[in-house]
């Protein structure tokens, strides 16, 4: 049985962090629903904020060093991706656009993306449509028709946030699942350094 491979990008800054969290959930209901169709998948969490300085390095000369190659190497070679930004001044933070700048703006074609984005309040909501979605557009990925954000009162204890939240993350895990199914993305590009090598250069897993 073939495996797939899903990589998670975090460009949180805290720790702990409600932008891992997020994609933290949002590849555990992945997880869960493809393992009920019978398939095995690896996941791969990245947290960009131990690349910082590798990504900054990487735009001043040009060259990704090792440890920051690795990590690209796991996210453009996964047959999903699942993407997560903190809103700062009313769109990604600069960590999470810097790093895809720094990736090949061919290597997400027809890759399968589920977006999401964490602030402290609901009204930045809209820049996962008018910022975060159309990035990925540009670069041709296909970004799942539900993204999943989520405000500091979405951790909360109240029953409305209860139901609402895990529901967006269930139906945007529903919408990724086929897509990764059917990618054969982790098959035929090989990756000269392998997910294993990306998850120690960064420290993190899943």
Do not use: C
């Not at 190659?69 to 796991?74: G, L, S």
């Not at 059917?182 to 420290?203: H, I, K, M, N, Y």
């Amino acid at each position: 049985m073939t495996i797939r491979q899903l990589a998670v990008i975090s460009a949180g800054l805290s720790q702990p962090s409600s932008t891992r969290m997020l994609g933290d959930r949002l590849a555990a209901a992945t997880v869960a629903r493809l393992e009920e169709k019978g398939v095995e998948v690896e996941v791969r969490t990245v947290e960009l904020r131990d690349v910082a300085q590798d990504i900054m390095n990487n735009m001043l000369t040009g060259f990704a060093s090792p440890k920051l190659e690795a990590v690209i190497d796991a996210v453009t070679n996964a047959d999903g991706l699942i993407a997560v930004t903190p809103i700062f001044t009313t769109s990604y933070s600069g960590l999470f656009k810097s790093f895809f700048d720094v990736v090949d703006n061919r290597a997400l074609t027809d890759m399968p993306v589920l977006i999401g984005a964490t602030a402290g309040t609901a009204r930045h909501s809209l820049a996962l449509d008018y910022a975060i979605r159309p990035m990925f557009t540009y670069l041709h990925a296909v970004v799942v028709p539900t993204s999943v954000f989520a405000a500091s009162e979405d951790w909360g204890s109240g029953a409305d946030t209860i139901k609402t939240l895990p529901d967006r993350i269930d139906r945007a895990a529903s919408e990724l699942v086929p897509l990764v199914i059917a990618s054969e993305r982790s098959t035929t590009v090989r990756d000269p350094f392998g997910f294993d090598a990306a998850l120690s250069a960064v420290g993190g897993g899943s």
